[in-house]
């Protein structure tokens, strides 16, 4: 028995914006007979198409199935403008990416390890640290069939990195340099170069100050330091002073002094030092405190404080030396200032009459706006130093309170400070937590094991 005669035929269907129609194309059964290419066109615009057909592909479709007798699958029959979306921005770093977005390594509690920094993350002044390929807008497209009807183009989506610390942008936005010489990470959103001032030697006998950023040291002897930033020293410091308006991060200190604004870190040992923060003072577990007298304002938080030979240890929580020490430093900062200010006031006073100005040389002019400029950031500096001594006497009108923390173990001999209060350590302690109360007393509760 023959095959019962059918005619070949067409399916037709567009894709989802109507830019392109797509058609299986079937070949007759029995002495059926083989669609047309005029067919195929009618259908077409019987379902709405109107230009854009792809003529001789739906002739190559019905000769192909016809041959091998099987269907034609998903071929494209007509075309309109296809919508072309976007590309999104990209970001070329200078160095690789998951370099620049690796996280700063840091210690268990959480503070920034400055002393594995990774080199290759080391960069220049002046060098273009990030640029951004903007991302581009597309092509619209435009659909088969009628009316025919604009395909919105999806714009690339754009790159959000910013100049952050130590990073300036160019005017587009689109090229980030580095100020300064210093090391380079991502965080968030921005891109930042903290400056480094890395001491690779151990100082000796040195008298330094150093504005701005984080001072790496190796140690010091006899060695005076003092830090605009952070200051993280891994060596061993002994007869030194150390002064820093932010944290103090030290391995191993005899006989010391460090006065910090922030908080101080210590890694291994303490011996013999003075210490002074109106924040907190850690240890690493392990660490020895002993000798000396540590002052901090917010509480300490260490693993062992005193020693087994009974050799009295000061630790205060609650006073506030470093308001009294920084109150004398501003004091000292505003006689400075403002003596600068004075002499350049006296060298300004020459330019100021207006025969002066009128023949003035352009270099002697930028002279003039240079003593100007200097003049007025003097009294801003003056400005800041007054509202931050204002600001200190409303904090040091506060009633504060701090907790002393010991992980292991406080030794007897050791001499404990709340506020005006004060009392000795007769028997050593172990994990415990000790709280001022009134009238001079202080509460003891034990650290879960």
């Known amino acids: 028995m023959s095959d019962k005669p059918r005619d070949g035929f067409i399916e037709v269907r567009f894709n989802i914006d109507q830019s392109q129609a797509f058609a299986n194309i079937y070949p007759p059964g029995g002495k059926g007979e083989e669609i047309t290419l005029e067919q195929c066109l009618s259908r077409l615009r019987a379902m709405g198409a109107m230009h854009g057909f792809r003529e001789n592909a739906i002739k190559e479709a019905i000769a192909l199935a016809s041959t091998n007798k099987a269907p034609v699958m998903d071929i494209v029959v007509a075309q309109g403008e296809l919508v072309r979306n976007g590309e999104d921005a990209q970001v070329r770093y200078i160095i690789p ?47 088969i069939t009628w009316p025919i009807q604009m395909v919105h183009a999806e714009p690339g989506r754009t790159a959000r990195l910013f100049a952050g610390q130590g990073v300036r942008a160019s005017q587009d936005g689109l090229h980030l340099f580095a100020i300064r010489d210093g090391y380079l990470y991502q965080q968030g959103e921005q891109m930042i170069v903290v400056s480094l001032h890395c001491h690779a030697e151990r100082l000796c006998n040195a008298d330094m100050t150093i504005p701005e950023g984080v001072v790496l040291l190796e140690g010091a002897e006899t060695t005076k330091l003092k830090s605009g930033g952070l200051l993280a020293i891994d060596g061993k410091s002994m007869y030194s002073q150390f002064r820093a308006q932010e944290d103090v991060i030290i391995r191993r200190a005899e006989n010391c002094q460090i006065i910090a604004a922030g908080n101080v870190y210590v890694l291994e040992s303490l011996v013999n030092c003075t210490v002074i923060t109106p924040q907190h003072i850690y240890s690493t577990e392990g660490a020895v405190i002993q000798g000396g007298r540590i002052s901090a304002t917010e509480g300490v938080e260490v693993w062992s404080l005193g020693s087994e030979s009974g050799e009295t240890t000061e630790v205060a929580v609650g006073m506030e030396h470093f308001f009294q020490l920084r109150a004398e430093e501003i004091e000292k900062e505003i006689q400075t200032t403002e003596s600068n200010s004075e002499r350049i006031r006296q060298a300004i006073k020459p330019f100021q009459t207006v025969a002066a100005h009128s023949t003035l040389t352009e270099e002697r002019l930028h002279l003039l706006h240079r003593l100007q400029a200097e003049e007025h950031s003097q009294k801003l500096h003056v400005n800041a130093l007054r509202n931050e001594r204002r600001q200190m006497q409303f904090f040091a009108k506060q009633k504060a309170s701090g907790t002393i923390t010991v992980r292991d173990t406080l030794y007897s001999g050791v001499l404990v400070h709340f506020g005006e209060t004060h009392s000795f350590i007769a028997k050593p302690l172990h994990g415990v937590k000790l709280r001022s109360e009134p009238h001079g007393a202080y509460h003891t509760e034990l650290l879960a094991a």
């Open 97 to 143: 990416k998951e370099l620049v977005v690796k996280p700063l390594p840091k210690f268990e509690n959480g503070q920034v390890d400055w002393f594995t920094l990774d080199p290759q993350k080391m960069v220049k002044a002046g060098v273009e640290v990030a640029a951004v390929v903007p991302a581009t807008l597309g092509a619209h497209g435009k659909t």
